[in-house]
């Protein structure tokens, strides 16, 4: 008879980044893990095809899709410690890199607190597979020389303009979860002093098929919702990206002018 699973020793946990979406962009150590798991806990938003390459595991989804009701982090934290007193090898799966806006800490927190050992495996963020996309340089030399990752959303104890006013001047800024205050933070940014003709870069859903992408400037997206700017009806239906700053320059003229070339064609 087995033991019952308060008396086995438990399990070990791999917080594992899944990348943005397309699934040759996992790491081959994530690659790896997931063969050999025994559970997968993963986001709403991890598409099948990665899923699949943990056909042996059971999988459990555990809410965080973005826009949408998410699990309470205290019911996955739970869940999390159940898996590894149940199972012996663990994979929590993430979307792009575990450890940025992902409450990897509060995972890692629980699991260390029930005593169960874990790992990070890092995973490629949605701001590296955006630029990757756009063949856009978030840092590039006598342009930009720092970049910041920042999400409007506040944590707790935070007010929520802090992370926007902080980096108001940081020469590219890549916002998370940003989409549906959109029209909001950019007015936010141009009242901290930044500069209404900024240009601005969105993408919908990097490296998968589907992608869609918008340019404008800081103005243009306080006038639009996100959707408009990137010719959906309503939200978009996939994780969007909204970046900001001079090193879009170049992209947006071309599209600019590419859009002029065709209204004067379809005239
Ligand atoms: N840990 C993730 C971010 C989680 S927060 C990472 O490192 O990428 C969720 C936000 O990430 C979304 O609201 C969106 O702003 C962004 N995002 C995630 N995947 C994306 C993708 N494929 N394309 C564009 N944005 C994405």
């Not at 980044?17 to 962009?25: E, F, H, I, K, S």
């Not at 030399?141 to 720092?146: L, V």
């Not at 916002?175 to 007015?187: K, P, Q, T, V």
């Not at 400037?217 to 959707?227: C, D, H, R, V, Y």
Request: neutral net charge; hydrophobic residues 45%; glycine residues 8%.
């Amino acid at each position: 008879m087995s033991k019952p699973a308060e008396h086995r020793p438990p399990g070990k946990v791999w917080l594992v980044g899944a990348g943005p979406g397309a699934v040759d962009l996992l790491t081959v150590r994530a690659v790896r893990l997931l063969a050999e798991a025994d559970v997968v806990l993963h986001d709403a938003l991890i598409g099948d095809d990665v899923l699949s390459l943990a056909p042996q595991a059971k999988h459990i989804a555990v809410g965080k899709r973005c826009g949408k009701h998410s699990t309470a982090q205290r019911f996955i934290n739970q869940k999390l410690i159940h898996a590894a007193r149940t199972h012996a090898r663990v994979v929590r799966l993430k979307g792009g890199d575990p450890m940025l806006f992902g409450r990897a800490q509060e995972e890692m927190d629980a699991l260390a607190a029930a005593g169960i050992e874990y790992e990070v495996v890092p995973g490629i963020t949605a701001a590296s597979a955006a630029s990757a996309q756009l063949r856009v340089s978030l840092t590039r030399r006598g342009i930009a020389r720092s970049v910041a990752l920042l999400t409007p959303r506040a944590g707790e104890g935070e007010h929520p303009s802090q992370a926007l006013r902080a980096n108001a001047d940081t020469p590219t800024l890549a916002l998370y979860m940003a989409s549906h205050e959109s029209m909001a933070i950019a007015r936010k940014l141009m009242s901290y002093g930044r500069d209404p003709a900024t240009p601005v870069a969105l993408v919908e859903n990097a490296s998968h098929p589907a992608s869609r992408e918008a340019f404008t400037t800081l103005q243009g997206l306080s006038e639009q919702p996100i959707g408009a700017l990137l010719g959906t009806a309503g939200t978009p239906e996939g994780p969007v990206l909204v970046m900001l700053g001079e090193v879009f320059r170049e992209i947006l003229q071309q599209h600019t002018l590419l859009w002029q070339d065709n209204s004067t064609s379809a005239a």
